[in-house]
C-alpha cells in the first residue's frame, strides 16, 4: 500500500486514513489503490464497518455499487470536489464543525461526474442542488446538518471518536441484516411502495431472502430473550 493510505483495523471495523498534501488531493494511482482497499473491505467476512477520513477527499468509491457494508465519511475540514463526491457515496457522513462541501467543477469549464450531479440532486431540493452545481458555492457543517446531508456535527477534536462509536453501533447489528438493508434499498429507491413490496418478495434479491431463514434471525429473539449480546454469524 502507498504512503498516502493509512489502514487499521479495530475489531470489525476497517479505518482508512488518506494522508495527501494540498488538501489530500487524488492522483489517478490513489485513487486506484483506494479502490482495491474497498474491495477487499467488501470480500472480508471479519470486516463490517469502514471510517475513511481524510482533511480533503478521498477516492475508490463513488462505483463500487455492490457494497453491502456501511461507510461512514469523517470530513474534517474541506470537502470539495471530489471530495464531496466520495462523501455523498458514503452511506453516512459525520463532520467537524469547520467543515464544508462544494462542487465546484462548473467553475473550472468540467462537471462533477463522478457522482455528484447524479447524487446530490437525490438529497437536496432542485433550487439547491442547482445554485451548489451551477455556481459552486459552499455549504458549511450546519447547513449539511440541516437538509440531512451530514448526521452529525461535532468538534473537530471529537471527530474519529463520535465516527468510531457510530461505526461500532452499526457493527453491534447483524452483518446480514445490515446487507440486506442496504441491499433493499438500493433496489428499491426508485419504486413505488407498492413495486417495493413486489421486488422484496420476488425472490431475484440475494441477502434479503437469507436474512429471513438465517442463523442470525433465530439469534436475534433468543439473545433478546435471554438478556444477552447476540453472537452473530452472518449467516
Known sequence: MSQSLHL?????????????PKANAIDAKTS???GEVFMRFRDDPSLRVAIITGAGGFAGLTELFDLNKPVIAAINGYAFGGG???ALAADM???SDNASFALPEAQLGIVPDSGGVL????RLPPAIVNEMLMTGRRMNAQEALRWGIANRVVSAAELMDSARELADQIANSAPL?????KEIYRATSELSIEEGYKLMRSGVLKYYPSVLHSEDALEGPLA???KRSPEWKGR
Do not use: N, Q, W, Y
Open 84 to 86: 464531496f463526491e466520495l
Open 8 to 20: 487499521t483495523t479495530r475489531g470489525s471495523v476497517l479505518e482508512i486514513i488518506l494522508d495527501r
Open 224 to 226: 433478546f430473550a435471554e
Open 177 to 181: 441484516a445490515v446487507a440486506a438493508l
Open 119 to 122: 447524487r446530490l440532486p437525490k
Open 93 to 95: 457522513i459525520i463532520c
Open 32 to 34: 486506484h489503490e483506494m
